[in-house]
C-alpha cells in the first residue's frame, strides 16, 4: 500500500531498553521526520532528514538516535529508554517543494 | 531559524458560529511553506493546505478559508458555519525551503458545541 507506515503502533519498554519506532514511506519522498507529542507541547521535532546519509538534529535531539540509508527508511532509536520518553511518536515526510508533509498513524510508546 | 506562534490555545464555539484560528510566524528564510493540520480526537493529522513564501493569494475550499499576509507574518485560518465534527486540534506548520525543517505551532483546540 502506498503511504506512510509507523511500527510498531503500540510499545511499552523497560526503563534503560534500546528500542527503535520504524517509518517507512513508498512515495520516494526526499524529506522524512520524527516528531514526539506530549499533552501541552503540541508535536516537537525530534530529528529529520534532507535525503539518504542526511539528517539534522531538531528541538528535542537528546536520547535518540536516527539513520537513513535508504530513502524510504527513517528508524528512529531510543539508545537507553527513560520515563520521559513516554509519549506518541510521529513520522512524516515531504518533497523538497512539498504540496504537504504527510503522517503516518502514530506509535503510543510507554516506557515503565 | 523559525518560530510559529499560536496564541489561541482553545476555542470554544457553538454550532453554525464562524471562527478564525490566529497563526504568527517568523523565519529568515526566503522560500518557505505555511501548512495547516487538523488532529481530531482519534489522534490522526490531517493535512489541510500549504501556502508558499511566493503566494499570497487567500483561498477557500467549502467551508474552510485561509487568509496568508506576509506584512504581518501571519497564515489564519478560518471555518464558516462549524460543525461539532470541526472539533479537533489545528496546528500551523512552517516548513523552511532552505534547510528542509517543518516545526509546528502548539496547536489551538477547537470546541464546537452543538
Known sequence: DAGITQSPRYKITETGRQVTLMCHQTWSHSYMFWYRQDLGHGLRLIYYSAAADITDKGEVPDGYVVSRSKTENFPLTLESATRSQTSVYFCASSESSPEGAFFGQGTRLTVV | ?114
Open chain 2, 1 to 114: 531559524a523559525q518560530k510559529v506562534t499560536q496564541a489561541q490555545t482553545e476555542i470554544s464555539v457553538v454550532e453554525k458560529e464562524d471562527v478564525t484560528l490566529d497563526c504568527v510566524y517568523e523565519t529568515r528564510d526566503t522560500t518557505y511553506y505555511l501548512f495547516w493540520y487538523k488532529q481530531p480526537p482519534s489522534g490522526e493529522l490531517v493535512f489541510l493546505i500549504r501556502r508558499n513564501s511566493f503566494d499570497e493569494q487567500n483561498e477557500i475550499s467549502g467551508r474552510y478559508s485561509w487568509n496568508f499576509q506576509k506584512s504581518t507574518s501571519s497564515f489564519n485560518f478560518t471555518i464558516t458555519a462549524s460543525q461539532v465534527v470541526d472539533s479537533a486540534v489545528y496546528f500551523c506548520a512552517p516548513f523552511s525551503g532552505n534547510t528542509g525543517k517543518l516545526i509546528f505551532g502548539q496547536g489551538t483546540t477547537l470546541q464546537v458545541k452543538p
